[in-house]
């Protein structure tokens, strides 16, 4: 398996080659760069063109290719042109806020998910059922940017119990409780907004492997041997059933550092998702690659893991 | 059956709230054809306050709630000589290091911590500091802090956008960014509290911190030990600055929100109130959160959403006029970067003053104000705001709605419609497209442009948009400044900041002249309002008017609103004014209740 896995990676390099030189061309075709906003009639056009030239914008696109990703081997993904401050210090700020956030609501949502998937399929067509599933219905027909809104707007400014921007209160000093608290606080709505968008999939496919998995014949033989039913779920059913889930679970790992734009804009919550869409309008060119290359690593790394964890969990598969 | 009668219902309703709650009266307006309603939701632009009226007695201390309206975290670089996104400056402004203070029409006044003593006969200047200001590390502030800033500008490591033409005008600023010299040979210490710059040539606009005069301290004291090149990234600008203002950075959530409290070594004498807490808050929400007396007052509030704070009882509105013009250009020429001048083509093909005037008066931009802006923008009739009140010719006409005069214009020019389809043909009879190039922004704008667009054409002008649609910003100054062969005229706008001279904007030699439009008599009008004589306001008032009164019978631009600036404030507030000449300082402002009123 270990050399499946090496083999995996070394196939990695050239897919995020032919990535990186994707993205990189496709940032330099956008109109305007990162100094177009700087314009007002107090600055000065020739530090423009100055500070353009500086930063090698009219070298020829290979050049520049070139010396980015000479840079990028050796782990120096350059400056953001907007924040001044190194893509990678930038980037791990940002990270750490998403990864918080998207951890509480995988969390959240495993939790919320798969109880009411086991149910459903347990009891299928019984009135919790159909409710079960109309509710996972309507979560996925709206919109995450609806529900976002409204949840603010409810529980933010109308029952006021949430906090409604950043990620922890000021008045707070780093390193206590209160800071540690806060930061959850503030984590808590657009995470539970999040679980709450998410359940489908998980519902669906816990419900319908359930309800495959009642007829099938080590079921049947579980009760003929005498087991009580609940231990039949919990010991049989609920495991194979979970395999779906687990062919998933890499791509959830990694996907928990992309981040979701819209809930991240919507409750001010500066993190990776939010990121990436201020520096593609702000033409912040070392970012937007250095995330793009970091959202396709991700990617493909969360295949690899989904394959690893399928091996270990079911033991019918085996990577050769 | 039933069932699913029922969830629609439902869903109806969820969509139906989403609406109510993000549309605003935004309906309303389109479909309330009623004069007489329209008529009522217009305001009076002239009629905001500019200061709270609170006679309330006020509280001791107390924390004032800013929202920061940012729809992403901001950079966080806390020193004048460096930053350059916005939000920093307006964070800034309540820790501010600004030397000078100003009067009418920015003037540099004498009440600030430093005056300004001007010697244009020798291209002098003499800086003096008050004594006894002190840094908020209770440092006292020296000469040496005034010179500094000039220091890091002009050092050849500086990468901000400061070291400009302007900055070369000092004497010695070009060698010290050479590397040839070790110190500014223009920036002279007299003594501990006086400085006398020595400039290559002074023009009016020094009254105004131009000429390369530059308007803050830096704390040389604490900065001193950090090299230049690494200033920008250090934690001494971005994580605890120290500062002269009326509050001290206290504590900093990078990107989402900042504590200040009371500096109490501020030179005016300690504010009364103890904390300043700003926080982020993404435009969706501001109008809420302002409701909902989460804030006390809001950095920036956008006048499309006036109808979001118009009738709250907890907030007062205070307005006032930006310093921004929108105008319409047309391309008459291109710009030559290899001799860096704008060369106007004779033949354009809006080279003609009556079709650009044609042009200018058939656009009913009072409509458009009164509608879609309620009359938070007003028709303009001069390319300098009203704001500068000693340089802005109030007697202008400006191009007022006249589909008439337009026409009348248009005949006359020779534009007659030859075949007889509804649209005017050029002079040639040839048939004429005007390509106009436009901003996207809300949906809002896409409609005012369609207005505008049947504006044209009802007097005959066959106008189309570049594209097809409105274009991005980032492409549409691509497009313009590159003097793209699709576009005929555009629609954009300028801040003017507080030197209203308008070389840098229609200069020969300015790449910001994007029209392109240029002619001897311009050169002379121009160089009249930056040159010595000028010194005399007289003489540059009138400079000044003769410009206005050239540009508006070439037309090669012309201006459409002016705005005005809309600021909520909490009820509790007390003391606050926000007059661009008798602003109230920050340290007497004073709450009247423990918490934002609700």
């Given at each position: 398996?270990?050399?499946?896995?090496l083999r995996?990676?070394?196939v990695?390099i050239?897919?995020l080659?032919?990535?990186?030189?994707?993205?990189?061309?496709?940032?330099?075709?956008?109109?305007?760069?990162?100094?177009?906003g700087?314009?007002?009639?107090?600055?000065?056009?020739n530090v423009i063109?100055?500070?353009?030239?500086?930063?090698?914008?009219?070298?020829?696109?290979?050049?520049?290719?070139?010396n980015w990703?000479?840079?990028?081997?050796?782990?120096d993904?350059?400056?953001?042109?907007?924040?001044?401050?190194s893509?990678?210090?930038?980037?791990?700020?940002?990270a750490?806020?998403?990864?918080?956030?998207?951890?509480?609501?995988?969390?959240?949502?495993?939790?919320i998910?798969?109880?009411?998937?086991?149910?459903?399929?347990?009891?299928q067509?019984?009135?919790?059922?159909?409710?079960?599933?109309?509710?996972?219905?309507?979560?996925?027909?709206?919109?995450?940017?609806?529900?976002?809104?409204?949840?603010?707007?409810?529980?933010?400014?109308?029952?006021p119990?949430?906090?409604?921007?950043?990620t922890?209160?000021?008045?707070?000093?780093?390193?206590?409780?209160?800071?540690?608290?806060?930061?959850?606080?503030?984590?808590?709505?657009p995470a539970?907004?999040?679980?709450?968008?998410?359940t489908?999939?998980?519902i669906?496919?816990l419900?319908?492997?359930i309800?495959d998995?009642?007829?099938?014949?080590?079921?049947?033989?579980a009760r003929?041997?005498?087991?009580?039913?609940?231990k039949?779920?919990?010991?049989?059913?609920?495991?194979?059933?979970?395999?779906?889930?687990?062919?998933?679970?890499?791509?959830?790992?990694t996907?928990l550092?992309?981040?979701?734009?819209?809930?991240?804009?919507?409750?001010?919550?500066?993190?990776?998702g939010?990121l990436f869409?201020?520096?593609?309008?702000?033409r912040?060119?070392?970012?937007?690659?250095?995330?793009?290359?970091?959202?396709g690593?991700?990617?493909?790394?969360g295949?690899?893991?989904?394959?690893?964890?399928?091996?270990?969990?079911?033991?019918?598969i085996?990577?050769? | 059956m039933?069932?699913?009668n029922?969830?629609?219902?439902s869903?109806?309703?969820?969509l139906?709230?989403?609406?109510?709650?993000?549309?605003?009266?935004k309906?309303?307006?389109s479909?309330?054809g009623?004069?007489?309603e329209?008529?009522?939701?217009k305001?009076?632009?002239?009629?905001?306050p500019?200061?709270?009226?609170?006679?309330?007695?006020a509280?001791k201390?107390?924390?004032?709630?800013?929202?920061?309206?940012?729809d992403?975290?901001?950079?966080?670089?806390?020193?004048a000589?460096?930053?350059?996104?916005?939000?920093?400056?307006?964070?800034?402004?309540?820790?501010?290091?600004?030397?000078?203070?100003?009067?009418?029409?920015?003037?540099?006044?004498?009440k600030?911590i430093?005056?300004?003593?001007?010697?244009a006969?020798?291209n002098?200047?003499?800086?003096?500091?008050?004594?006894?200001?002190?840094?908020?590390d209770?440092?006292?502030?020296?000469?040496?802090?005034?010179?500094?800033?000039?220091?890091?500008?002009g050092?050849?490591?500086?990468?901000?956008?400061?070291?400009?033409?302007?900055?070369?005008?000092?004497i010695?600023?070009?060698?010290?960014?050479?590397g040839k010299?070790?110190t500014i040979s223009?920036?002279?210490?007299?003594?501990?509290?006086?400085?006398?710059?020595t400039?290559?040539?002074?023009?009016?606009?020094?009254?105004?911190?131009?000429?390369?005069?530059?308007?803050?301290?830096a704390?040389?004291h604490?900065?001193?030990?950090?090299?230049?090149?690494?200033?920008?990234?250090?934690?001494?600008?971005?994580?605890?600055?120290?500062?002269?203002?009326?509050?001290?950075?206290?504590?900093i959530?990078n990107?989402?929100?900042?504590?200040?409290?009371a500096?109490?070594h501020?030179w005016?004498?300690?504010?009364?109130?103890?904390?300043?807490?700003l926080?982020?808050?993404?435009?969706?929400?501001?109008?809420?959160?302002l409701?909902?007396?989460?804030?006390?007052?809001?950095?920036?509030?956008?006048?499309t959403?006036?109808?979001g704070?118009?009738d709250?009882?907890?907030?007062?509105?205070?307005?006032r006029?930006?310093?921004?013009y929108?105008?319409?250009?047309?391309?008459?020429?291109?710009?030559?970067?290899?001799?860096?001048?704008?060369i106007?083509?004779?033949n354009?093909?809006?080279?003609?003053v009556?079709?650009?005037?044609a042009f200018?008066?058939?656009?009913?931009?009072?409509?458009v104000a009164?509608?879609?802006y309620?009359?938070?923008?007003?028709?303009?009739?001069?390319?300098?705001p009203?704001?500068?009140?000693?340089?802005?010719?109030d007697?202008?006409?400006?191009?007022?709605?006249?589909?008439e005069?337009?026409?009348?214009?248009?005949d006359?020019?020779?534009?007659k419609?030859?075949?007889?389809d509804?649209?005017?043909?050029?002079k040639?009879?040839?048939?004429?497209?005007i390509?106009?190039a436009?901003?996207?922004?809300?949906d809002?704008?896409?409609?005012?442009?369609?207005?505008?667009l049947?504006?044209?054409?009802?007097?005959?002008?066959?106008?189309?948009?570049?594209?097809?649609?409105?274009?991005?910003f980032?492409s549409?100054?691509?497009?313009?400044k590159?003097?793209?062969?699709?576009?005929?005229?555009?629609?954009?706008?300028?801040?003017?900041g507080?030197n209203?001279?308008?070389?840098?904007?229609?200069?020969?030699?300015?790449?910001?002249n994007y029209?392109?439009?240029?002619?001897?008599?311009?050169?002379?009008?121009l160089?009249?309002?930056?040159?010595?004589?000028?010194?005399d306001?007289?003489?540059?008032a009138?400079?000044?008017?003769?410009?206005q009164?050239?540009?508006?019978?070439?037309?090669?631009?012309?201006?459409?609103?002016?705005?005005t600036?809309?600021?909520?404030?909490?009820?509790r507030?007390k003391?606050?004014n926000?007059?661009?000449v008798?602003?109230?300082?920050?340290?007497?402002l004073?709450?009247?209740?423990?918490?934002?009123?609700?």
């Amino acid at each position: 398996m270990w050399k499946t896995v090496l083999r995996r990676f070394l196939v990695m390099i050239p897919q995020l080659f032919v990535l990186s030189l994707l993205i990189f061309i496709m940032a330099k075709f956008m109109p305007g760069d990162p100094f177009t906003g700087l314009i007002t009639p107090e600055t000065d056009p020739n530090v423009i063109e100055e500070l353009k030239i500086k930063a090698g914008l009219y070298d020829p696109w290979y050049v520049q290719y070139y010396n980015w990703i000479t840079n990028a081997f050796q782990g120096d993904f350059g400056d953001s042109y907007t924040f001044k401050v190194s893509v990678s210090s930038l980037i791990g700020e940002r990270a750490m806020n998403t990864f918080w956030l998207s951890l509480l609501s995988v969390i959240l949502l495993y939790a919320i998910a798969i109880p009411l998937g086991i149910l459903a399929g347990r009891y299928q067509d019984s009135l919790l059922d159909k409710g079960i599933v109309l509710y996972s219905f309507i979560s996925y027909a709206i919109p995450t940017f609806v529900l976002s809104l409204i949840f603010l707007f409810m529980f933010g400014y109308h029952i006021p119990i949430f906090p409604t921007s950043g990620t922890v209160d000021v008045s707070h000093d780093p390193g206590t409780w209160g800071y540690f608290w806060s930061k959850v606080y503030h984590m808590l709505l657009p995470a539970i907004t999040y679980a709450l968008l998410a359940t489908t999939g998980v519902i669906q496919y816990l419900r319908s492997e359930i309800i495959d998995s009642k007829s099938m014949d080590y079921v049947k033989t579980a009760r003929s041997k005498g087991l009580p039913i609940s231990k039949v779920y919990t010991k049989h059913i609920f495991r194979n059933s979970l395999l779906p889930i687990a062919a998933f679970f890499g791509f959830t790992i990694t996907g928990l550092l992309g981040g979701s734009v819209f809930i991240e804009t919507i409750f001010g919550y500066p993190g990776m998702g939010q990121l990436f869409i201020s520096s593609i309008a702000s033409r912040d060119y070392s970012v937007i690659t250095t995330l793009v290359m970091l959202f396709g690593f991700l990617t493909l790394l969360g295949s690899l893991l989904s394959d690893i964890i399928m091996s270990i969990v079911d033991p019918r598969i085996r990577i050769e | 059956m039933k069932k699913k009668n029922w969830f629609l219902v439902s869903m109806l309703l969820a969509l139906a709230l989403v609406l109510a709650a993000c549309g605003g009266d935004k309906g309303k307006e389109s479909s309330g054809g009623k004069e007489k309603e329209k008529e009522e939701e217009k305001v009076d632009a002239s009629a905001f306050p500019v200061a709270v009226e609170n006679n309330d007695e006020a509280i001791k201390g107390g924390t004032l709630q800013v929202a920061l309206v940012n729809d992403s975290p901001f950079k966080g670089i806390f020193l004048a000589e460096l930053y350059e996104d916005a939000y920093d400056d307006k964070i800034m402004a309540f820790a501010s290091n600004s030397l000078y203070d100003t009067k009418e029409d920015f003037l540099i006044s004498d009440k600030g911590i430093a005056s300004l003593k001007v010697d244009a006969d020798n291209n002098k200047v003499t800086v003096k500091i008050r004594e006894g200001v002190k840094w908020s590390d209770g440092e006292p502030l020296t000469i040496e802090d005034v010179i500094f800033p000039y220091e890091i500008i002009g050092h050849k490591d500086y990468t901000g956008v400061r070291y400009d033409g302007d900055f070369k005008n000092i004497i010695g600023a070009e060698e010290y960014h050479a590397g040839k010299a070790k110190t500014i040979s223009g920036l002279k210490k007299i003594d501990d509290h006086t400085l006398e710059i020595t400039f290559k040539k002074l023009s009016p606009a020094i009254y105004n911190g131009g000429d390369g005069l530059w308007g803050t301290a830096a704390p040389k004291h604490y900065l001193k030990d950090v090299a230049i090149k690494d200033l920008i990234k250090s934690d001494k600008i971005r994580k605890a600055p120290v500062t002269l203002g009326t509050f001290k950075f206290d504590k900093i959530v990078n990107g989402e929100s900042v504590q200040f409290v009371a500096n109490e070594h501020y030179w005016r004498g300690k504010p009364k109130i103890d904390k300043v807490v700003l926080t982020t808050v993404p435009s969706t929400q501001i109008a809420e959160a302002l409701k909902a007396g989460k804030y006390d007052i809001a950095t920036s509030y956008s006048a499309t959403n006036y109808d979001g704070v118009k009738d709250l009882k907890n907030l007062t509105v205070l307005g006032r006029k930006e310093l921004a013009y929108s105008y319409v250009g047309f391309k008459l020429g291109k710009f030559d970067s290899k001799t860096g001048e704008s060369i106007t083509d004779p033949n354009a093909k809006m080279g003609d003053v009556s079709l650009r005037q044609a042009f200018a008066y058939a656009m009913d931009v009072e409509q458009v104000a009164d509608e879609y802006y309620s009359g938070l923008r007003s028709r303009s009739n001069s390319l300098i705001p009203p704001v500068f009140s000693a340089f802005y010719d109030d007697t202008l006409e400006g191009f007022k709605y006249d589909p008439e005069k337009a026409k009348k214009l248009l005949d006359d020019a020779g534009f007659k419609d030859v075949d007889g389809d509804g649209l005017r043909e050029d002079k040639n009879g040839k048939k004429l497209e005007i390509k106009m190039a436009g901003m996207s922004g809300d949906d809002k704008d896409e409609a005012m442009m369609q207005f505008y667009l049947q504006n044209w054409k009802d007097v005959g002008l066959n106008v189309v948009l570049t594209t097809g649609r409105l274009i991005e910003f980032n492409s549409f100054y691509d497009k313009v400044k590159a003097d793209d062969k699709n576009i005929d005229v555009y629609m954009a706008a300028w801040g003017t900041g507080t030197n209203p001279s308008p070389l840098g904007l229609y200069g020969r030699d300015s790449s910001y002249n994007y029209s392109r439009f240029t002619s001897p008599e311009l050169d002379k009008l121009l160089a009249k309002i930056d040159s010595k004589e000028a010194i005399d306001p007289e003489v540059r008032a009138k400079a000044f008017k003769d410009w206005q009164i050239y540009m508006a019978e070439q037309a090669p631009v012309f201006p459409t609103y002016y705005r005005t600036e809309i600021m909520p404030v909490n009820k509790r507030v007390k003391n606050y004014n926000k007059d661009w000449v008798n602003a109230t300082d920050l340290n007497v402002l004073e709450l009247t209740a423990e918490e934002p009123i609700k």
